[in-house]
């Protein structure tokens, strides 16, 4: 008997396969259970139908997360930090400081375990992060860390490079 699978299962294949199975499994077990329905005409139908609107949705996703890419790929992200002796910095500069600041310039769809930080910037300089929008796209962003002035306060400041013709890019972002 042929089914259509519901559920991921280790045995049999992943959602939305078509798989072959003993007539008494399916009836007793795989369709009782949610796990499959039977592979009838108007079940094929509807199993198409599906898929063409996950290919829709999926297609649409992975459009916006290359337009985001492209936008957040253009900003530059400027970190003043106090140092000590030899440049050495009191603290790191960790994702979870870049989310906020990506929070605070409007890219709220961007979650904090999705900045691709293996560990926390404890150097002057420019780095690049990367940042998994999607399961095949990732943006790159710039992270400059510089020096704080002596005669600033003690708290780190962070500002962002802009590239023109922000209205623009940010609309298309969100």
Request: aromatic share 4%; net charge negative; hydrophobic share 35%.
């Amino acid at each position: 008997m042929k089914v259509i699978l519901k559920k991921d299962n280790e045995l049999l294949g992943d959602e939305g396969q078509i798989v072959e199975v003993k007539n008494g499994y399916a009836r007793n077990f795989l369709i009782p259970n949610g796990i499959a329905v039977a592979a009838s005409k108007s079940n094929l139908i509807n199993h198409e139908e599906i898929k063409r609107q996950r290919s829709r949705k999926t297609d649409k996703l992975l459009n916006d997360a290359n337009q985001l890419a492209g936008v957040l790929s253009s900003y530059t992200f400027d970190f003043k930090v106090k140092t000590g002796e030899e440049n050495k910095l009191f603290g790191s500069v960790t994702s979870q400081m870049i989310h906020e600041l990506l929070e605070n310039k409007g890219f709220t769809t961007i979650e904090r375990k999705k900045i691709l930080l293996k560990e926390p910037i404890k150097s002057l300089g420019e780095h690049e992060v990367d940042i998994k929008l999607q399961q095949s796209v990732i943006a790159k962003i710039k992270v400059n860390v510089s020096k704080e002035s002596d005669d600033t306060e003690i708290k780190s400041e962070t500002s962002i490079t802009e590239p023109e013709n922000t209205e623009d890019l940010t609309e298309k972002a969100n």
